[in-house]
């Protein structure tokens, strides 16, 4: 008779790209995760937040530039092919780290912000496990907001730990790292 216990197979990128399409699947620590698609308030966050940045720091002109800011990019991470895979929000690569921007199917190139707009269906995943494992990784910014809450929390990793640097709400005028060179006005991502 045998004491070993069964153990629980990895889950695979196969298990992601089995997925139906309104569903958005990511593998942390070997186990896949499945969340339902992005609420309308969640949905309107993030599109006025990329609006905003886009056009300032991405290729749009009217500001500094420098950036590829992306919604919803799949990244992979990690040693070995797919060993980490997730999808943030929005998320943003310095040009000079990425300066071609890729014709890919998912990123593996780490990028230096990401932005995860909490939900009640995805704020666990997201504050436990998926902002420690960017911080493993080495992304060097980190904004939470909740469209629920109206607020927003900018966070800067030192020395491998995430430092709050700002929590904002409702209506404040924003500056905040690695953007601070743009004023958002957090009350245009509520309405």
């Known amino acids: 008779m045998s004491d070993a216990v069964p153990r629980k ?13 309104n569903r958005v699947g990511e593998i942390i620590d070997g186990e896949l995760y499945v969340s339902p698609r992005p609420s ?14 886009e056009p300032s720091f991405g290729g749009g002109g009217k500001g500094p530039g420098g950036w590829w800011i992306i919604t919803e990019p799949e990244i992979h991470l990690g040693q070995k092919p797919n060993e980490e895979i997730l999808v943030p929000d929005l998320a943003g690569w310095r040009k000079d780290k990425m300066p071609e921007f ?13 932005c995860e707009i909490l939900s009640a269906s995805n704020m666990r995943l997201d504050r436990t496990k998926k902002v420690p494992l960017y ?11 909740n469209p ?11 020395k491998s730990q995430w430092v709050v ?8 005028k924003v500056k905040a790292e690695p953007f601070q060179d743009m004023e958002l006005d957090l009350g245009n991502l509520w309405e």
Do not use: C, M
Request: proline share 4%.
């Open 9 to 21: 197979r990895k889950a695979t990128y196969d298990d992601i790209l089995k997925l139906p399409q």
């Open 40 to 53: 309308s308030k969640h949905a309107l966050a993030a599109s006025r937040l990329t609006g905003k940045l």
């Open 102 to 114: 890729p014709d890919v199917a998912f990123f593996d190139v780490i990028p230096d912000w990401v």
């Open 135 to 145: 911080a493993s990784f080495g992304v060097k910014h980190l904004w939470l907001i």
């Open 148 to 158: 629920r809450d109206r607020t927003l929390e900018v966070f800067r990793l030192e």
């Open 165 to 172: 640097l700002s929590n904002y709400a409702e209506g404040d």
